[in-house]
Structure formats: structure tokens, C-alpha cells
């Protein structure tokens, strides 16, 4: 539901986008099937017969098809179809979801685990590169196969289904190892597991003391959003804290289905936070980041990251220069509201972890003052205080007395 005294002119238009998508392309569907996310798991495309029934190709495409079908899966539900707009090769959900002929192509510094996660991957589920949290890899199977994934050696299929085994395991790795205060459950989408095979995860997990919060990596609320339930809400919600981290990157993608989705999970207590990929004429200009941003708040999700392209094979031609993402992040700081700007991340290849960018605002530096430049480029003067010992002398005492009170060492 809309907060009152929104204007409802955009509302209105994007009421049209999957309606008219499912009139065009799925004219037999019932409401009752549309709704099912079961139903549009069982009707997902996902060969280029199928596809060349719903959406005339380019020839660019229907290589693209061909020549990806050994690299990397293909498959779109009939509600991210519904989105495509038939007469535009650049509609960013088009491109999001049928590959091209470049993608068939590894260019030089393209690698297969670009985020170096499998030196760190002590159980087949678990990535332990940070110290203190883990990512948990539950699965291998997506709504849609995005063009752009970055672990596509993982989603291309059959290589990290999650056995009992396996959860077993990857749960005792958490349960040994005291540093890990924070789990990200990702794969493939988790929310593509059932309730029950998603609470079997979560709720060994939220036993473990030392585990003081878990989020949930998931494309869902963008290429399925009638998956979100609110028996998968409240699910979520007993185990809190779980943040939801999905992933939109263009305004096409929020609509009034997508809205709901990710309103009844904020309605359950369940926060929303957004991490966007920037993606060379899909995504690359500010105006763009701005209205998703914007989109986002509406609905309470919260810009959190905007990602330079992971260098995963195939997707060079998606890629744009670091440059660009510093240039969008200058053009939104100060022309909106510092929430709907998003942190510009790069994670490093090779498993260097995650870097955050922007733009150099501090002009000159001295022991005196230190000038700075505005988003307008104006020239302000900040003056260095004359005391700068930053010792916080109560800090020892807090760490002896916490534990008394409940709270953990940081």
C-alpha cells in the first residue's frame, strides 16, 4: 500500500507494466496461477524455443542464447517476462535476463571465482573471508539467471544443492567458530527454498550464541515477488534479527508487486536493504540511480550499496569505468537526501573484500584548518580543533563491566 499523499500518476502507469506483459504473454493464466510463485517456477523460460515464443529476438540474442547455453543457465519467470518491453533490445529487464553474444566471450582479467571466494570455503556451504561474519552458500537455483552474476560457476546448476549433510555441517562450522557474529545466507536465492527447508536453516543458526544476526542475499522481491508470503514474512520475522539485502537496479523493476513484497516484509519487522549493480546503458547515469533510489524509499528499502561490476566471466561488455559510478555518486550527493545515496562499493578480484568510493570533497589539508569543496564546488574552511588527543579513557572500564549488563566485546 502506498503512503498517503503520493501522487498516483506513476503508480498508475506501472499498475500496467506486468498486467499488460500477462494479457500479452499469458493470456490463459488465472489469477489464482499468476499469484502461485510454485506455478511460475513450473512456467519459466528457459530455452531459446520457449523464449523466441514470448519475445522477438535480435540476431544479437538469439547467438547470445546459443552460444551461452554450455556456460550458463537461462531461465525467467513469467512475471520478470511480463516486464520486458518485445520492441527494445536495451529495456534493462531485457538485458538483465537474455544473454548476448558477448557474454559467450572471456575477456582478459575475466575470472570464473572473481571474488576469490573458493580459497576461503573451509565446507562446501561456507565462505569464510571476513573475520567475523560468513556467507552460507544455501543452494544453487535462482528465479532468473541474471546476466551479470557474479557467481555464475556456482548457479550454472547442480554443483551447491544443499544436502542435510551439508546444512548439518555448515551450521556445526558456524557453531565452532565464537568470531562469527553475522551470516549471510546466499547462493543461488534462498527464498526459492521452501518455508520449512528455509526455517531447517535458520533456526539452528539463530540458536548459536555468538550469532547476533543474519541476512538473506535474494533477487525475489524483484523477479518473484509473489514468493513473498506472509508465512514467509512472519518465518523471517521469528527469527530476528534477518535482514533482507535484494537487488534492484533499474525503476522498471519496482512495481507495484515488487512494492508490496518488499512493504509486507518491512510490515513483518523485517528490514529491506537494497545493493544495486551498475551496468554500462543499463543502469549508468545518475538520473537513473536517483528515481530507484527514490523508488526504494518509498517503499522503506534502503539504498545501501551501488556495485561496480564484479569482474565474473561474460561480462565485460556490462561493465563500466570506475570513473562512472564516482561520477553518479557526486551528481546524487547534495541534490537528494543523503538515504537515497547509495555507498559506491567495488569488491576487490581475487578475494580482496569490499573497497567504498566517492568522491574527494577535502581540498587541503592543514594542522590549522582543512578546506573543503561543496557539491556545488564552492570552497569552505573547517577549523582543527586545538586539542586532538582522541584516547577514550572510559573505554577499558566499559570492556571489564559489559559483560555484567548483557553486552557482548565489540
Same mark, same amino acid.
Given at each position: 500500500?502506498?503512503? $498517503?499523499g503520493?501522487p498516483?500518476?506513476?503508480?498508475?502507469?506501472?499498475?500496467?507494466?506486468?498486467?499488460?506483459?500477462?494479457?500479452?504473454?499469458?493470456?490463459?493464466?488465472?489469477?489464482?496461477?499468476?499469484a502461485?510463485w510454485?506455478?511460475?517456477?513450473?512456467? $519459466?523460460?528457459?530455452?531459446?524455443?520457449?523464449?523466441?515464443?514470448?519475445?522477438?529476438?535480435?540476431?544479437?540474442?538469439?547467438?547470445?542464447?546459443?552460444?551461452?547455453?554450455?556456460?550458463?543457465?537461462?531461465?525467467?519467470s513469467?512475471?520478470?517476462?511480463?516486464?520486458?518491453?518485445?520492441?527494445?533490445?536495451?529495456?534493462?529487464?531485457?538485458?538483465q535476463?537474455?544473454?548476448?553474444r558477448?557474454?559467450?566471450?572471456?575477456?582478459p582479467?575475466?575470472?570464473?571465482?572473481?571474488?576469490?571466494?573458493?580459497?576461503t570455503?573451509?565446507?562446501e556451504?561456507?565462505v569464510h573471508?571476513?573475520?567475523?561474519?560468513?556467507?552460507?552458500?544455501?543452494l544453487?537455483?535462482?528465479?532468473?539467471?541474471?546476466r551479470?552474476?557474479?557467481?555464475?560457476?556456482?548457479?550454472?546448476g547442480?554443483?551447491?544443492e544443499?544436502?542435510?549433510?551439508?546444512?548439518?555441517?555448515?551450521?556445526d562450522?558456524?557453531?565452532?567458530?565464537?568470531?562469527?557474529?553475522?551470516?549471510?545466507?546466499?547462493?543461488?536465492?534462498?527464498?526459492?527454498?521452501?518455508?520449512s527447508?528455509?526455517e531447517?536453516?535458520?533456526?539452528?543458526?539463530?540458536?548459536?550464541p555468538?550469532?547476533?544476526?543474519?541476512?538473506?542475499?535474494?533477487?525475489?522481491?524483484?523477479?518473484l515477488?509473489?514468493?513473498?508470503?506472509d508465512?514467509?514474512a512472519?518465518?523471517?520475522?521469528?527469527?530476528?534479527?534477518?535482514?533482507?539485502?535484494?537487488h534492484?537496479?533499474?525503476?522498471k523493476?519496482?512495481?507495484p508487486?515488487?512494492?508490496?513484497?518488499?512493504?509486507r516484509?518491512?510490515?513483518?519487522?523485517v528490514p529491506?536493504e537494497?545493493?544495486?549493480v551498475?551496468?554500462?546503458q543499463?543502469?549508468?547515469?545518475?538520473?537513473?540511480?536517483?528515481?530507484?533510489s527514490?523508488?526504494l524509499?518509498?517503499?522503506?528499502?534502503?539504498?545501501?550499496?551501488?556495485?561496480?561490476?564484479?569482474?565474473?566471466?561474460?561480462?565485460?561488455?556490462?561493465?563500466?569505468?570506475? $570513473?562512472?559510478?564516482?561520477e553518479?555518486?557526486?551528481?546524487?550527493?547534495?541534490?537528494?537526501?543523503?538515504?537515497?545515496?547509495?555507498?559506491?562499493?567495488?569488491?576487490?578480484?581475487?578475494?580482496?573484500?569490499k573497497?567504498?568510493?566517492q568522491?574527494?570533497?577535502?581540498?587541503?589539508?592543514?594542522a590549522q584548518?582543512?578546506?573543503?569543496?561543496n557539491?556545488?564546488?564552492?570552497?569552505?574552511t573547517?577549523?582543527?580543533?586545538?586539542?586532538?588527543?582522541?584516547?577514550?579513557?572510559?573505554?577499558?572500564?566499559?570492556?571489564?563491566?559489559?559483560?555484567r549488563y548483557?553486552?557482548?566485546?565489540?
Amino acid at each position: 500500500m502506498l503512503p $498517503a499523499g503520493l501522487p498516483p500518476e506513476p503508480t498508475a502507469a506501472r499498475a500496467s507494466l506486468s498486467a499488460e506483459g500477462r494479457k500479452r504473454l499469458f493470456p490463459n493464466a488465472t489469477d489464482a496461477e499468476w499469484a502461485d510463485w510454485r506455478w511460475q517456477q513450473r512456467h $519459466a523460460v528457459r530455452g531459446l524455443e520457449q523464449l523466441e515464443r514470448y519475445v522477438p529476438l535480435t540476431s544479437n540474442e538469439r547467438a547470445g542464447v546459443q552460444e551461452t547455453s554450455a556456460l550458463f543457465r537461462i531461465g525467467i519467470s513469467p512475471y520478470y517476462l511480463s516486464l520486458i518491453d518485445p520492441e527494445h533490445p536495451f529495456c534493462p529487464v531485457r538485458m538483465q535476463s537474455i544473454p548476448v553474444r558477448a557474454e559467450a566471450r572471456i575477456r582478459p582479467g575475466e575470472l570464473a571465482d572473481p571474488l576469490g571466494e573458493d580459497k576461503t570455503r573451509p565446507e562446501e556451504c561456507i565462505v569464510h573471508k571476513y573475520p567475523d561474519r560468513v556467507l552460507f552458500l544455501a543452494l544453487d537455483t535462482c528465479s532468473v539467471y541474471c546476466r551479470h552474476c557474479t557467481r555464475r560457476r556456482i548457479t550454472q546448476g547442480g554443483v551447491a544443492e544443499l544436502s542435510k549433510e551439508q546444512l548439518r555441517r555448515g551450521v556445526d562450522y558456524v557453531r565452532s567458530h565464537p568470531e562469527v557474529r553475522d551470516v549471510l545466507i546466499s547462493g543461488g536465492d534462498p527464498f526459492m527454498l521452501s518455508d520449512s527447508r528455509l526455517e531447517e536453516l535458520l533456526a539452528p543458526l539463530s540458536e548459536i550464541p555468538h550469532v547476533e544476526m543474519i541476512r538473506i542475499g535474494t533477487r525475489v522481491p524483484v523477479c518473484l515477488p509473489m514468493r513473498v508470503t506472509d508465512a514467509l514474512a512472519k518465518t523471517l520475522r521469528r527469527y530476528a534479527p534477518v535482514f533482507v539485502v535484494t537487488h534492484f537496479n533499474h525503476p522498471k523493476e519496482v512495481t507495484p508487486e515488487a512494492r508490496e513484497a518488499c512493504e509486507r516484509l518491512v510490515d513483518h519487522g523485517v528490514p529491506v536493504e537494497n545493493q544495486a549493480v551498475l551496468m554500462r546503458q543499463l543502469n549508468s547515469d545518475a538520473r537513473i540511480i536517483k528515481e530507484l533510489s527514490h523508488l526504494l524509499l518509498r517503499s522503506r528499502v534502503r539504498p545501501y550499496y551501488l556495485h561496480q561490476m564484479d569482474v565474473a566471466e561474460g561480462c565485460e561488455h556490462l561493465r563500466t569505468p570506475i $570513473a562512472k559510478g564516482l561520477e553518479i555518486i557526486q551528481q546524487l550527493r547534495g541534490y537528494t537526501t543523503g538515504l537515497a545515496v547509495p555507498h559506491l562499493a567495488v569488491d576487490l578480484p581475487g578475494g580482496g573484500g569490499k573497497v567504498t568510493l566517492q568522491p574527494d570533497y577535502a581540498v587541503e589539508y592543514g594542522a590549522q584548518e582543512t578546506v573543503f569543496r561543496n557539491y556545488k564546488g564552492e570552497r569552505f574552511t573547517y577549523p582543527e580543533p586545538e586539542e586532538t588527543d582522541c584516547t577514550c579513557p572510559y573505554d577499558g572500564v566499559w570492556q571489564e563491566r559489559a559483560p555484567r549488563y548483557g553486552y557482548r566485546k565489540g
